[in-house]
Nanobody, 123 residues
Framework: EVRLVESGGGSVQPGGSLNLSCTAS????????IGWFRQAPGKERKGVICVTIKTNNIYNTDSSKGRFTISSDTAKRTVYLQMNSLNPDDTAVYYC????????????????WGQGTQVTVSS
């Protein structure tokens, strides 16, 4: 059974930074993609950034370019999302997800999700 556990969410002022973690179990970590998604109140869940662990190919979206970076630690089976220059529009529940070709999947096709972690950006 695939299990994903996120941590690191919280409240931060505009312009601040947060580092989220996603620790995976029940999968061949090196052979999978892991990505971050977010869902704001009343809105659809959308992809933020994704990484193919084996090749370190990174797939950015408009919401991540220039501000967010993704990295992985295979020994810890953990993927990190470093978020800088946060603004109120970044407020959402952030989820990590995993699949063999996650970075090529539509959100509706994804079945392996973490429980989510709340990020709130407010002054």
């Amino acid at each position: 059974e695939v299990r994903l556990v996120e941590s690191g969410g919280g409240s931060v002022q505009p312009g601040g930074s947060l580092n989220l973690s996603c620790t995976a179990s029940g999968l061949a970590f090196d052979d999978w993609d892991i990505g971050w998604f977010r869902q704001a109140p009343g809105k659809e869940r959308k992809g933020v950034i994704c990484v193919t662990i084996k090749t370190n190919n990174i797939y950015n979206t408009d919401s991540s370019k220039g501000r967010f970076t993704i990295s992985s630690d295979t020994a810890k089976r953990t993927v990190y999302l470093q978020m800088n220059s946060l603004n109120p529009d970044d407020t959402a529940v952030y989820y990590c997800a995993a699949d063999r070709q996650l970075c090529l999947l539509a959100t509706r096709q994804i079945v392996n999700w973490g429980q989510g972690t709340q990020v709130t950006v407010s002054s």
